[in-house]
């Protein structure tokens, strides 16, 4: 016999955006429940980005979930853009007074898991065959399994948070939605290590070998990307072939200042750009990864996801509680304004700071006057800062 709960909104993936609208409702008085394939250590254990827009910062800091943020991150002022020998910094907080918070997506997701702990919030892990029924509907359901145990949950609202590869965009029609896509001819291979970072503030490189960034998870703690092959695999390179390509990408007074150690991880991520149109069918909405994806170079993928999650957070608090549904009816539309912006940021700085395969001598000319230019013109660098550090959220 099939098990049946009932729950104002269904959210699919515990990850940060299906743990946070979890959250945002718990505060609004609307009951969630949360369901996710993994376990709760695969989910806490996956190693994401790191940079935290000042509006994410101050959504954290609203809805409770700061402390430990607050204690153990590090506000940048800046970053720095390298191409071979030039070097630029973008002052944040000269251009445009905001900074950003360098706190691992990791942690933030502990924390969420947490709060959503003590808070007496419904997590259901490692469940499988999730189905979607009815999004059409006043009532839609979801299905899903528990070892041999069939499960149903009957809502009002389907929020998907269960990334690119999950079963909620999956499950709207192919006649309602549309998909935009680039993929890129690179990865990004990436080395997690415990040792100081090389400076205070993270670097972008452009190198004819190819990308670089060092940035970091926290003063003792480092993450390093270098540009690869899209179908290289990272087994394929020691630590010690890691350091040396990396300090090949940088000038010599960056590398000089790297401090090598044994990894913790190493991965390969491929880049892609893509949007899935509209957010929303009737009932069940996307948010984060399950929507669009950007390249990591503006490091938009988290601000993203908690973006959407507050604006539909809001949206739902104003349809459920006060009986005004415009802000949900427009959800998707007001998401996409963002998401568009934030593609066309994300495709820019990687256009510029990448090495293509089939870039010809015109287009390497370009990318070193694109470079020049940002050095040369406080409103080219204006314009960056403004992106890097978030756009206003519209709510």
């Known amino acids: 016999m099939t098990a049946i709960r009932k729950t104002q ?41 790191g940079v935290l827009e000042w509006g994410s910062v101050e959504i954290l800091r609203e809805a409770g979930l700061s402390a430990r943020m607050d204690k153990q991150g590090l506000v940048h002022d800046g970053f720095e853009l390298a191409f071979h020998d030039l070097r630029h910094r973008i002052d944040l907080r000269g251009l445009v007074g905001k900074g950003v918070m360098i706190y691992g997506q990791t942690e933030l997701t502990k924390d969420l898991m947490e709060q959503r702990h003590e808070d007496g919030g419904e997590l259901i892990f490692s469940v499988g065959n999730i189905s979607i029924e009815n999004p059409e509907n006043g009532k839609p359901r979801l299905r899903y399994g528990i070892n041999d145990d069939q499960q149903e949950i009957e809502c009002d609202a389907i929020a998907g948070c269960d990334g690119f590869h999950g079963i909620a965009r999956q499950s709207m029609p192919k006649d309602v939605l549309k998909t935009y896509e680039r993929v890129y001819p690179f990865g990004w291979l990436g080395l997690l290590t415990d040792t100081p970072p090389a400076l205070e503030e993270l670097i972008y490189a452009n190198h004819d070998r190819g990308f670089a960034l060092c940035s970091m998870r926290s003063k003792t703690r480092s993450r390093y990307y270098i540009q690869c092959a899209v179908d290289d695999h990272a087994e394929n390179w020691s630590d010690e072939r890691f350091w040396k390509e990396l300090k090949n990408r940088l000038n010599a007074e960056i590398a000089s200042r790297i401090v090598t150690g044994p990894s913790i991880e190493k991965s390969i991520a491929p880049l892609r750009s893509f949007v899935a149109e509209p957010m929303q069918y009737r009932n069940l909405f996307l948010a984060g990864d399950a929507a669009h994806i950007v390249p990591p170079t503006g490091a938009k993928g988290l601000n993203l996801a908690i973006a959407d999650v507050a604006v539909l957070s809001k949206a739902l608090h104003e349809s459920f509680n006060k009986g005004k549904p415009t802000l949900l009816e427009r959800y998707s539309e007001t998401c996409l304004r963002r998401v568009w912006k934030v593609e066309r940021f994300s495709w820019y700085l990687s256009k510029v700071m990448h090495q293509f395969p089939d870039n010809d001598l015109f287009e390497k000319k370009m990318q070193q006057a694109e470079f020049e230019y940002m050095m040369q013109s406080e409103s080219a660098s204006r314009a960056i800062a403004e992106n890097y550090v978030g756009l206003a959220l519209e709510l």
Request: glycine share 12%.
């Open 9 to 49: 909104v269904a959210i699919i993936g515990a990850g940060p955006a299906g743990l946070l609208l979890s959250h945002l409702l718990f505060k609004a008085g609307i009951s969630s429940i949360v369901l996710e394939r993994q376990t709760r250590e695969h989910v806490e254990g996956r190693i994401r980005a």
